[in-house]
Structures are given as structure tokens and as C-alpha cells.
């Protein structure tokens, strides 16, 4: 049995977002890497992904499916539920997607301040943006 994914997989300051790089939607990245160890029940991806609606999840599961990233599996049986899992074609997003995130990562200090720069120069501040602490860390998400 795979070991659950951990509820701060992605802390809310994950620089997945400060990412320039998209791999699909706001949210497909960080399902990839949710699934990158096997598949996973909607129900497990929500731990993780619990800033993302069920809707939304739903969206970026169908998208990826129909991309070709992503399998959806019906287990039929004694408990019956559906299980998402990585295709070939999305286990070779692992290796880019590995770079894009140390890349976000290593650049993150220059990507909060161009934002936060940008952000007074224009009087405006997306609504969704905290910005971070001084004793926030640097996720690898």
C-alpha cells in the first residue's frame, strides 16, 4: 500500500504558482506530482489539493485525461471507486516538471520580489496573493 499523501504537500506558498512555466491548467502540475508514486482516489488527491474545488479537481482531471497524461480506472468489487493514475505519456512530465519546480525554487526570493516590486509600482494586488513571512520556508511543490 502506497504511503497517504500529506495534507501540506503544497503549503500555500508553494512556488508553484511564481512557476512561469504551465503545464496545462493552474492545477495539473501539482496533480502529476500527486500521482507520480501510483495511482490515487479523487478522495486522496483532495488532501493535498484542498485549496482546489471538487469541480475544479474534476476540470483538471479531464483535461489531463484527455491530454493523455492521466488514466481514470473504475475498480469494480466489494468497495467500487475510481482511481487516477499517470500515463507514459505523463510519467514523462516527471523529469521537466522536476526542473521547472527546482527552478521556481532557486529563483523564488528574485520571483516574490519582481511580484511584490510590480505589484506596488501598480497600487494593485491580486486578491489570492499572501505575502510570505519571514520565517516561511521555500516548498519544493
Do not use: Q
Not at 112 to 138: C, L, Q
Amino acid at each position: 500500500m502506497r504511503e497517504p499523501l500529506p495534507a501540506d504537500m503544497f503549503d500555500e506558498l508553494c512556488p508553484s504558482p511564481l512557476n512561469p512555466i504551465r503545464f496545462g491548467d493552474k492545477w495539473a502540475a501539482l496533480i502529476i506530482r500527486c500521482l507520480e508514486d501510483g495511482p490515487r482516489r479523487f478522495s486522496e488527491l483532495r488532501v493535498p489539493l484542498r485549496r482546489v474545488t471538487p469541480k475544479v479537481l474534476t476540470g483538471s482531471l479531464r483535461s489531463l485525461e484527455r491530454s493523455g497524461l492521466v488514466s481514470r480506472t473504475v475498480r469494480t468489487g466489494a468497495t467500487p471507486h475510481v482511481e487516477y493514475g499517470l500515463t507514459s505519456l505523463g510519467r514523462s512530465m516527471l523529469v521537466p516538471l522536476a526542473a521547472a519546480c527546482a527552478w521556481a525554487e532557486e529563483h523564488w526570493d528574485e520571483l516574490i520580489d519582481a511580484r511584490e516590486s510590480y505589484d506596488d509600482a501598480t497600487g494593485k494586488r491580486p486578491a489570492h496573493v499572501h505575502a510570505p513571512g519571514p520565517a516561511a520556508g521555500r516548498p519544493g511543490g
